[in-house]
């Protein structure tokens, strides 16, 4: 299995997962820089699979289907019952896998930044969408922020060697707000000083490590004693997303 990041609009981020001359694409918000990759790479385009129904990771699904011969579009059961995704045809709930390729792939419901959110976990690669970012999170604009913690939580108990594959290029800004919260975690200055020369040289910081979030990413990190200094664990996650909402 290879993933080919493709970057579309300013900082959005699909992904085609190619297995074989077979490729899948994760959110993407345009059709033309993945239309380009696909050509580049000689895959012929098969399904796409959506995080959540948000414009900018939905955005590119009519006219793939125009394009190429799409046979499958998975996104949420939630996301389905509210036909926010355009000609989703597969409705995806917690704990479902399904066959691409030789591969399974397997969703795990984590609602917060919307209802309908979802991850696809497919040999060792997380496709988050916007709900873990590198060193952050997504805006909790539909659940609630305890809602928000327990996904988050769950995306935290995969194998530690797992591969993070976010919705967006916000890597050095977080990173910049997870030094205010820890300004003492020297993990964090590694990574921010890796994530900065990563970008100057025009190269992405996807994957990331998920070993490596558990220990530079405070919304991963919001119930250790250090982050939480006595606060229970929602209040303390709560307190770092607002934080975050204001930097
Ligand atoms: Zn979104
Ligand atoms: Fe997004």
Known sequence: MQVIPVPCLSDNYAYLVAQGRQA????????????????????KLTEIWLTHHHWDHVGGIEP????????????????ADHQRIPRQTDALSDGDSFEFG??????????????????????????????LFIAGCGRVFEGTMEMMSQSLSKLRSLPPDTKVWCGHEYTVNNLRFAKTVEPDNQE???????????????RFTVPGALERELATNPF??????????????????????QAKDQF
């Open 188 to 202: 964090i200055d590694r990574a921010l000083e890796e994530a900065i020369e990563t970008r100057e040289a025009n």
């Open 220 to 241: 991963l990190r919001f119930d250790d004693p250090n982050v939480a200094a006595g606060q229970d664990a929602v209040a303390s996650f709560t307190a770092i997303r």
């Open 64 to 79: 793939l289907i125009e394009e190429c011969p799409i046979a499958h579009v998975r996104g949420s059961r939630y996301d």
């Open 24 to 43: 899948a694409v994760v959110d993407p918000s345009q059709a033309d820089p993945v239309l380009r990759a696909i050509d580049e790479h000689r895959l």
């Open 102 to 131: 030789d591969a399974t792939v397997d969703i795990l419901e984590i609602p917060g930044h919307t209802l309908g959110a979802i991850a696809f976990i497919t040999e060792g690669n997380l496709f988050s969408g916007d709900t």
